[in-house]
């Protein structure tokens, strides 16, 4: 069960609770620049876990910006689409309402959950953004500098090399205490830099965790990172 912290009180929050109407998660973004696009992404980070668990989800954009820039940007990076966001606090039926919005920009309504700055400048590849951007907990400042953006492109590649050589041996099932770790890593407050951990334990492991079990580890962690991890299967080598 996702549970996230509310900026206003400090507290940690059920994101979707029980016996209650589906989530609406609002994204407010000012502009439309690597801050604002870090905004989106926590959004879809949300509806991807939320969705995991089969909850319902209404995923909105408020705020102000070059909508059609900003939506771009975001189709590039592998955010899921927004709605235009026209109820304030959301439809009767949206009975918890999470507002995501950079810091300093808090709202009235709903649990508020709070994304920090990005410094530097946002390298071409989009998806080596999304993973310099995941590296970091998501109210830290992100500074997108050339080791930053090295790192990322240097294990992005390094783990779809090796999801497609696993992808080659026969398939095998997640091990339960992975699929535990991953979940709790998201679970608590959308730790991803945690979930980001698992995957390298995972890669290092002995031969006693079969390739297959790795490439499923990856295509089902994948599911919300939105790395495109199993791109690269059936390239020659």
């Given amino acids: 069960m996702l549970r996230i912290i509310d900026a206003r009180t400090g507290e940690a929050v059920v994101a979707a609770p029980v016996r209650r109407g589906p989530t609406r998660i609002e994204a407010h973004v000012q502009g439309h620049g690597t801050g604002a696009l870090r905004v989106l992404l926590v959004t879809d980070l949300l509806v991807r876990a939320l969705e995991l668990d089969s909850t319902p989800v209404r995923a909105v954009l408020t705020g102000e910006g070059d909508r059609a820039v900003l939506r771009a940007g975001a189709a590039a990076l592998g955010i899921h689409p927004l709605e235009e966001g026209h109820e304030p606090g959301g439809r009767p039926a949206e009975r918890q309402v999470l507002r995501v ?15 920090g700055d990005v ?3 946002a ?8 993973l310099a951007l995941l590296q970091h907990a998501r109210t830290e400042t992100v500074r997108l500098d050339a080791a930053a953006v090295g790192d990322a492109h240097d294990t992005l590649a390094g783990w779809r090399r090796a999801v497609a050589g696993w992808a080659r041996q026969p398939s095998r099932p997640v091990p339960d205490e992975v699929r535990g770790r991953l979940r709790a890593a998201w679970e608590d407050d959308l730790d991803v ?7 390298r334990s995972v890669a290092d ?3 006693e965790l079969p390739d297959g079990a790795r490439f499923e580890t990856y295509a089902y962690a994948d599911r919300l990172l939105g790395l495109e991890l199993t791109r690269d299967i059936g390239a020659a080598p």
């Fill in 123 to 130: 390298p071409s590849d989009p998806t080596v953004l999304r």
């Fill in 205 to 207: 492991a002995g031969p």
């Fill in 119 to 121: 410094l530097g400048e």
């Fill in 193 to 199: 830099p945690e979930v980001l951990n698992v995957l």
């Fill in 101 to 115: 919005a950079a810091e300093g920009d808090a709202g009235a309504d709903g649990v508020q959950v709070v994304v």
